[in-house]
């Protein structure tokens, strides 16, 4: 079992930069995946980006490759999402999920953890 703790988000403007947390808790971390995802307003959820807690795997959904970047904090058991340059189209509730994968992986309804999510709202 893992638990997971979201912060960050809020309204910005079309060119800022936000970056979310999520701080995790429970199992033994080193081989739990965490990823990130994201759900607009009347659209499917959709993958962002995901991180391997051990080793250097990271993953992107091309929509954000170049703009986001995932980085983990081991000692408070954390993992960020940066977003620079963000667009109208970024809007949505954004959350992070953890998986015993031990590899990058897009497929949400294989993430059996999720925090509770936050919204990030860009406007134009």
């Known amino acids: 079992q893992v638990q997971l703790v979201q912060s960050g988000g809020g309204l910005v403007q079309a060119g800022d930069s936000v970056t979310l947390s999520c701080a995790a808790s429970g199992r033994t971390l080193s081989t739990v995946t965490m990823g990130w995802f994201r759900q607009a307003p009347g659209k499917e959820r959709e993958f962002v980006g995901a991180?391997?807690?051990?080793?250097?795997?990271?993953c992107y959904a091309n929509s954000v490759k170049g703009r986001f970047a995932i980085s983990r904090d081991n000692a408070k058991n954390t993992v960020y999402l940066e977003m620079k340059s963000l667009k109208p189209e970024d809007t949505g509730v954004y959350y992070c999920?953890?998986?015993?994968?031990?590899?990058?992986?897009?497929?949400?309804?294989?993430?059996?953890?999720w925090g509770q999510g936050t919204q990030v709202t860009v406007s134009s």
């Open positions: 991180t391997v807690w051990r080793g250097d795997a990271t």
């Open positions: 999920a953890a998986a015993p994968f031990g590899r990058c992986s897009g497929l949400g309804n294989g993430y059996p953890w």
